[in-house]
């Protein structure tokens, strides 16, 4: 069945940069995107980005512009998502999700959710 | 602050029906379809609802949701210990993914 399986608990200083994998299995990797939501502790869940296997490209929000880098193996079917210049304020669990949707000008109605959620990794700044 | 309005709680006894709200604009949930998730704690969040109304195959059909113009419900009936977790509406939002703060569900 569909999986992401992503990799385990990390542990940083302030100012360090952290990054993620997520690996797919189960269905197409190139054929749907890859989102990224963090949760705080206490805090809800915030969206990062979402990358395109296929064609690389990437679209992030904007509270991370900047400080967040989401890349691709296609040969491993894995996606990566990198975060500098961290402080404690990101220490959160973070999950990858796919992604998918239609959303190019010509859809009668534009959306775009995300439906498989990765196991999830504790990223602790301290 | 989250783009999408959510009550921060929400609270019901076994067996009553309980729902949620959702509260956007015109450019988000206006113009397009409402997504809803269940996160428990310490495990990945699921797709309760999609498309405003659909359920995944595997979601019980206590669960249900709605949507009118700018605005969005969830509801769940026949409520079960089981379903105290976070709850979680989204939608898109020209390129991006928008989310409501999420509403925690207390099953007293």
């Known amino acids: 069945q569909e999986q992401l399986v992503q990799s385990g608990a990390e542990v940083k200083k302030p100012g360090a940069s952290v990054k993620v994998s997520c690996k797919a299995s189960g269905y197409s990797f190139i054929n749907y995107d890859i989102n990224w939501v963090r949760q705080a502790t206490g805090q809800g869940l915030e969206w990062l980005g979402w990358l395109n296997p296929n064609s690389g490209n990437t679209g992030y929000a904007q509270n991370f512009q900047g400080r967040v880098t989401m890349t691709r193996d296609t040969s491993i079917a894995t996606v990566y998502m990198e975060l500098s210049s961290l402080t404690s304020g990101d220490t959160a669990v973070y999950y990858c999700?796919?992604?998918?949707?239609?959303?190019?000008?010509?859809?009668?109605?534009?959306?775009?959710?995300?439906?498989?959620w990765g196991t999830g990794t504790t990223v602790t700044v301290s | 602050q989250s783009v999408l309005a959510q009550p921060p709680s929400a609270s019901a006894t076994p067996g009553q029906t309980v729902t949620i709200s959702c509260s956007g604009a015109s450019y988000n949930i206006g113009s397009s379809y409402v997504y809803w998730y269940q996160h428990l704690p310490g495990t990945a969040p699921k797709l309760l609802i999609y498309r405003n109304d659909q359920r995944p195959s595997g979601v019980p059909d206590r669960f249900s949701g709605s949507k009118s113009g700018t605005s969005a419900s969830l509801a769940i009936s026949g409520l079960r210990s089981e379903d105290e977790a976070d709850y979680y509406c989204a939608t898109w939002e020209d390129s991006l993914i928008v989310l409501g703060g999420g509403t925690k569900l207390t099953v007293l």
């Open positions: 999700a796919r992604g998918l949707g239609c959303t190019s000008p010509t859809c009668l109605i534009r959306y775009y959710y995300m439906d498989v």
